[in-house]
């Protein structure tokens, strides 16, 4: 277990939680599900699997200060703030050079930090199957959900052969992944039985990435090496990062690497999983009322069915009349849509952001 190592990747905007989600404090720092920030959930799961000297948070810049007030028990040192976004091929790129200067044996896995699971002990026997495959061969093993709806908002992997028995759980070669499909796709996808949700969740050592990186992203690669030097010299990494990052391509990890490679892995998940992507997943999460009204917070819904409503603060929310809407109040700004247009809250958020002084809302 000594080699083995979680990276957890705390970076994303959580624009469609706006307004509770803000960029110095966005989604995976908020309590939108449960009674602790969806990131203290994450860390909490992985505890029992590796010492928290082995837990790495990588954040953003503007939201470093957040995350460290919450990511109590971890080392100072092992939360690292990237000045700038360059999707996930950079994030896990630097991920493998930190657990490389501590341990270039060492194994890791790439988690989301803001994915609701309930069941903890399903997640870590597939989380411990996952590495215990990452450690048998030099391949990338990655989690796929098994999927419970024709979801078109997520990628797929389809899986191939049977490759392994790891803990006595079946992994699968992966034949291909597939970008988000069209609902008559999707539906295609999920009556066939042989693809699976692609989470973003990924185990693998820091020799496969490292070869993964030199092979399919050479120049991504080269751009690292300063990062690497820097981390063997025990220099200071936030100037090499800030200097490093303006010239480094923004790609996923998926495009970069592992729609390339042939040395692909995936274990179907036993656990339940939301992503939690708008605020109507955060219904099935939380108890209804009788009219089938969720709230959290000073608020009070007089007829009315299906309601979402958030009240933040001091002030009391109170809505009359009305279904399926999605009333978010905060102490300097409020939201009120239907439910059915919850993922354009991202088109209206530019609209806020255009407005003068905007930014303090955003």
């Known amino acids: 277990m000594a080699h083995r190592f979680i990276v957890i990747i705390a970076g994303g905007k959580g624009e469609r939680f706006w307004p509770q989600s803000r960029a110095a404090k966005p989604k995976h720092l908020l309590s939108v599900v449960g009674a602790k920030p969806l990131l203290v959930q994450t860390i909490d799961r992985v505890k029992p699997m590796v010492p928290a000297k082995n837990i790495f948070v990588i954040t953003s810049a503007v939201q470093e200060k957040a995350v460290r007030t919450v990511c109590k028990g971890i080392p100072a040192a092992n939360i690292i703030a990237e000045p700038m976004g360059r999707d996930t091929a950079v994030a896990v790129g630097l991920a493998a050079a930190l657990v490389a200067a501590r341990d270039p044996q060492g194994v890791f896995a790439v988690l989301p930090a803001d994915h609701v699971i309930h069941d903890s002990k399903a997640y870590a026997g597939d989380l411990q199957a996952a590495f215990a495959a990452a450690e048998a061969a030099p391949v990338m093993v990655t989690i796929g959900i098994q999927p419970t709806e024709p979801a078109t908002g997520f990628g797929y992997i389809q899986r191939g052969e049977k490759w ?12 291909r992944f597939v970008e988000k499909p069209k609902q008559d796709v ?36 080269v751009g690292l090496t300063a990062i690497r030097a820097a981390l063997a010299k025990k220099r200071p990494l936030a100037g090499v990062l800030k200097k490093i990052y303006p010239k480094l ?37 939380l108890k209804p009322d009788a009219a089938g009204n969720v709230a959290r917070g000073l608020s ?15 002030h009391l929310v109170t809505i009359l009349g009305v279904d399926d809407l999605i009333v978010v109040h905060t102490t300097d700004a409020t939201l009120v849509c239907p439910k059915s247009r919850a993922q354009d809250i991202k088109v209206l958020i530019k609209r806020v952001e255009a407005l003068k002084g905007g930014s303090k809302w955003m």
């Open 164 to 175: 392994k028995l790891c803990n006595r759980r079946q992994v699968f070669r992966v034949k």
């Open 186 to 221: 999707a539906e295609g996808y999920l009556a066939s039985g042989d693809y699976l949700w692609n989470a973003g969740m990924f185990v693998w050592s820091v020799s496969v990435v490292e070869t993964a990186l030199m092979r399919h992203a050479p120049a991504l690669n």
């Open 249 to 285: 391509e923004k790609i996923s990890v998926d495009y970069a690497l592992l729609e390339k490679a042939t040395n692909v892995v995936v274990l179907p998940s036993s656990f339940d999983w939301d992503d939690v992507g708008a605020w109507p997943a955060v219904c099935k999460h």
């Open 300 to 314: 009070i819904v007089e007829q009315g069915v299906g309601n979402l409503v958030f009240a933040d603060g001091k």
